[in-house]
């Protein structure tokens, strides 16, 4: 049946959102194969497992796993090598030994009982996953490492207009390096909080004059309590 499965199913490669979604397809394409008549026999198949069950072994009472867990240590990069790509932990836990649990689909991290990180897993070679959070304490203590940090070159590439005019801005009524320290506090909100309500408060900021993290804050706090206001005096802030 696999190789039917294969043949049949699965040639040209099917193209799907998720595999939960392709998984479903596939499972009902071979429910679908019962009704078939295989060429020389008088019955379908499902007629014929009908006939044929009851000699069949039961499955087994462990039921399959379908993870590999290894044992890793965090490289100097606060990285793990995993299936040759990296995966990112927060920075504390630098050269510390983990265990690696690798599902088809995702990467957790634990460091003992405790779930340091999780990632979507990564098909190919030498890529990387890196989560800001991971970084972005170690890198407010060295704005100077903020335009060179991988992390932060990987996120920039794509991340709203928003977020650069804020940085502009903080860094001009700042200086650069409390610029840079002030707009890392904001991304540090990313954390907590969704990314369309942050970069809402981060537009209302720049409109309002604002100069800091704290009015970001401030706006994106409010809201979320339902208090929404004009934030049309922030130039102070």
């Known amino acids: ?42 019955h379908t198949v499902n007629e014929l497992y009908e006939k044929e069950k009851g000699d069949l072994l039961s499955l087994p009472d462990i039921q399959f796993s379908n993870l590999e867990t290894a044992g890793c240590k965090v490289d100097k990069y ?30 957790e991290i634990f460091y003992g009982s405790k779930k340091i990180a999780s990632h979507g897993r990564l098909f190919g070679n030498n890529k990387w996953s890196l989560l800001p959070e ?38 001009q009524k700042q200086g650069y390096t409390k610029g840079v320290k002030e707009f890392i506090l904001v991304l540090m909100l990313y954390k907590g909080h969704s990314a369309e309500a942050i970069e809402s408060a981060v537009e209302t900021a720049l409109s309002s004059g604002a100069g800091s993290s704290q009015a970001v804050k401030h706006i994106l706090i409010h809201r979320e309590c339902g208090r929404d206001q004009s934030f049309s005096a922030l130039e102070n802030w």
């Open 1 to 42: 049946m696999v190789g039917y499965a294969r043949r049949n199913y699965m040639v040209p490669v099917p193209k799907s959102d998720s595999l939960e979604e392709l998984n479903q397809r596939l499972l009902k394409d071979c429910l679908s194969y019962g009704g078939h008549q295989i060429d020389g026999r008088e």
């Open 78 to 107: 606060s990285t793990v090598m995993v299936d040759k790509n990296r995966y990112s932990v927060p920075t504390a836990y630098a050269y510390c030994k983990v265990r690696v649990v690798l599902y088809v689909d995702e990467v």
């Open 134 to 171: 991971h970084y972005l304490e170690l890198i407010l203590k060295r704005p100077q490492a903020f335009e060179s940090a991988r992390v932060i070159r990987q996120w920039r590439s794509n991340w709203p207009v928003c977020l650069e005019r804020l940085l502009d801005k903080f860094c």
